[in-house]
């Protein structure tokens, strides 16, 4: 309850200014004056506990304290509005403060839209954060364990150079899936710098990547190996290896038997993560337990093995150690939230009308990612619950409800390129003048080759990339539901891919 007055808190205060018509007498009376003044005290204070609550180094009670106070200027404004005499717009100085003071450090520009009080709880996770986590125990048990040798500092010059980018992506992603896949590693006393450096070499934090051998999700689990840590079909046609929570407990699992095995290697634990856990224990006990960097261990691991291991290790490393490296990290409002969809919409419907405000590239990877069950394209029914982040489901409210960004999104979604193909000797209609009835087309001679029959639909269809089972019904006439019941595929995510031939039934063109 106290998040979604927290998210929406500024929404309600701006709605007072515009809908709250409340007359100021030229002279108001003493008693008046004395109960403004009263109003502004207490819009001050809480503007103090505001900014104190922001210098705490308890992050949780900083955020409560934050919004405690956002929740005091909310009943200062709401107050004010009926108070004769007293100003609203004055009142909202205080907030202006904070919008400015926010806006100025964090480096970013606005569009104007107004700010979600998420941003300004501070949720960019500065250096003093990342001490932290290298002071805890598990991070300082992580940089004790393994060797800051030239291969992991080469694995760090890649990540710094060519492959920053695609750093501060992994970071990014991870950001918004902490919550779910942390505390996985840290039931089990891993380090969550562990977490990110495998899941920014695995998938740059992209849940719904897969690879030519066949593994998927966050973490890239094989079937085989997923099934035998609880990943696969949960009877829904949803393949858990996509689930950021359920992927983060099984390769928590996964690295826990493999420590106990490998005598708490890390580096051969990833290994076995990544080369097969049955060859790093076989290297192990024929080698006498010895290094993962012993060259007659090393050379047993393929190329693509002698490659991963300080790679996930110099990304784990960076993840501790930013300020040393020069990294700021992007900032990103991450504090959970869930949106009750009010119509029908797909995740590319909602990407649209969101906007991109406060992030660069918008929010689909976070939507795809926080809702891995959804196929991007399909419609998603009304009333149903998507996890979001509080600026989310703020920017939802604002512009996803209803109104032209929602029409836009709908009909940019809907947009079909085949309908921009004129086919030769079509009949053009001019557009009738209002009031009157469109006249007749004009007669026009065609070519014989021109009056051909209407191309009938073919029986079946070869997925193509990009495809979704919703794009592939609409361009064939038929409904999503019976092009899924032809072809046997399961709601919600109707999963296809590249290559896959699809029945073309009850399709009419």
Avoid at 284 to 289: A, V
Avoid at 319 to 346: C, E, F, M, N
């Amino acid at each position: 309850m106290t998040d979604r007055i927290h998210c929406t808190a500024l929404g309600v205060l701006l709605l007072l200014i515009a809908t709250t018509a409340v007359p100021v007498a030229q002279a108001t009376s003493r008693r008046d004056q004395a109960a403004v003044a009263a109003l502004q005290q207490r819009m001050d204070a809480a503007e103090k506990r505001y900014r104190d609550a922001q210098a705490m180094e308890d992050e949780d009670a900083g955020a409560k304290a934050e919004q405690q106070a956002l929740t005091d200027m909310q009943a200062v404004v709401a107050d004010c509005s009926k108070q004769q005499g007293c100003v609203v717009a004055d009142m909202l100085e205080a907030y202006e403060r904070l919008l400015k003071a926010n806006t100025d450090t964090s480096g970013n520009d606005t569009d104007g839209d107004p700010i979600d009080e998420g941003e300004l709880a501070g949720t960019d996770v500065p250096d003093e954060a990342s001490a932290n986590v290298l002071l805890s125990e598990e991070g300082r048990r992580f940089v004790n364990s393994v060797q800051f040798n030239p291969a992991v500092q080469a694995g760090i010059k890649r990540w710094l150079t060519d492959m920053r980018p695609a750093l501060m992506d992994s970071y990014e992603n991870y950001r918004y899936m902490q919550a779910m896949m942390a505390p996985a590693f840290k039931r089990r006393g891993l380090p969550e710098a562990l977490l990110f450096g495998i899941m920014a070499k695995e998938s740059n934090g992209k849940v719904h990547v897969g690879s030519r051998a066949g593994a998927v999700g966050p973490l890239q689990f094989m079937p085989a190996t997923g099934r035998r840590f609880g990943l696969g079909d949960d009877g829904t046609g949803f393949d858990t290896r996509y689930d950021p929570r359920a992927s983060a407990d099984a390769a928590a699992e996964f690295l826990s038997e493999r420590l106990a095995q490998l005598n708490n290697s890390i580096e051969l634990a990833l290994a076995g993560y990544n080369g097969g856990e049955g060859r790093a224990l076989r290297v192990f006990q024929t080698t006498g337990g010895r290094s993962f960097w012993d060259s007659d261990v090393y050379s047993q691991f393929p190329a693509e093995t002698k490659d991963y291991v300080p790679m996930v290790i110099a990304a784990a490393w960076l993840y501790l150690h930013p300020k040393d490296y020069g990294i700021r990290w992007p900032r990103v409002s991450v504090r959970p939230a869930t949106v009750s969809l009010v119509q029908p919409a797909s995740l590319y419907e909602l990407t649209i009308c969101l906007g991109n405000y406060g992030s660069r590239d918008g929010y689909l990877r976070a939507l795809r990612n926080l809702n891995p069950r959804w196929d991007p394209s399909a419609s998603i029914p009304a009333g149903t619950l998507l996890n979001a982040t509080s600026r989310i489901a703020w920017l939802y409210t604002l512009h996803c409800r209803s109104g032209a960004r929602v029409d836009l999104a709908r009909t940019l979604v809907a947009s079909d390129v085949n309908a921009a193909i004129v086919r030769v000797g079509a009949p053009v209609t001019a557009p009738a003048a209002s009031g009157d009835a469109a006249p007749a087309p004009a007669s026009t001679p065609e070519p014989a080759r021109a009056a051909s029959r209407p191309a009938r639909v073919p029986k079946s269809y070869k997925v193509r990339h990009g495809d979704s089972l919703q794009v592939i019904a609409s361009r064939f006439g038929c409904t999503l539901s019976t092009l899924a019941k032809a072809n046997r595929l399961k709601a919600p995510r109707y999963a296809i891919h590249p290559g896959q031939k699809l029945v073309l039934k009850g399709c009419d063109g």
